[in-house]
């Protein structure tokens, strides 16, 4: 399994605003992707997500930046990957019409077995909060 650079990059963009839930204060953009050696470009579209999705707040003026309006120690790694819709472990398991992506999926031995370990890595994601990274 392999997250994508969203999930990579976002997780990091979050956990350098950790400090700002508490503290209410706004950190520049540009001075996390120079600090956190992340293209600023990209970095904006990550965070344009996570402010729409009312993760992170943002303000304009040289007081401006973005900060993080979710508790840390409630917003789970899950929750990030829910955001950036990482996909499931099979494609099928998340499907109201499993028979379109599989030709096995009436019959499927293996189809369980994907289901429970899905089921656990999703129980490890919410046990990893942003506080954490």
């Not at 917003?75 to 829910?82: N, P, R």
């Not at 996909?87 to 499907?95: A, D, G």
């Not at 009436?106 to 089921?119: A, G, L, M, N, V």
Request: glycine residues 6%; proline residues 5%.
């Amino acid at each position: 399994m392999q997250f994508s650079r969203n999930i990579d990059y976002a997780c990091i963009f979050l956990a350098s605003l950790r400090p700002t839930f508490r503290s209410g204060r706004y950190y520049s953009l540009a001075g996390i992707a120079a600090r956190e050696h992340l293209p600023l470009a990209f970095l904006e579209r990550i965070a344009g997500t996570l402010r729409l999705r009312g993760v992170v707040e943002a303000r304009k003026g040289s007081e401006g930046g973005y900060r993080l309006i979710r508790d840390p120690k409630r917003l789970t790694l899950k929750d990030i990957l829910a955001i950036f819709e990482m996909p499931p472990v099979m494609r099928c398991l998340r499907s109201s019409d499993p028979e379109k992506h599989c030709l096995l999926a009436e019959h499927c031995p293996t189809r369980k077995t994907w289901y429970s370990i899905e089921r656990r890595l999703n129980k490890v994601y919410e046990g990893v909060t942003v506080a954490e990274l």
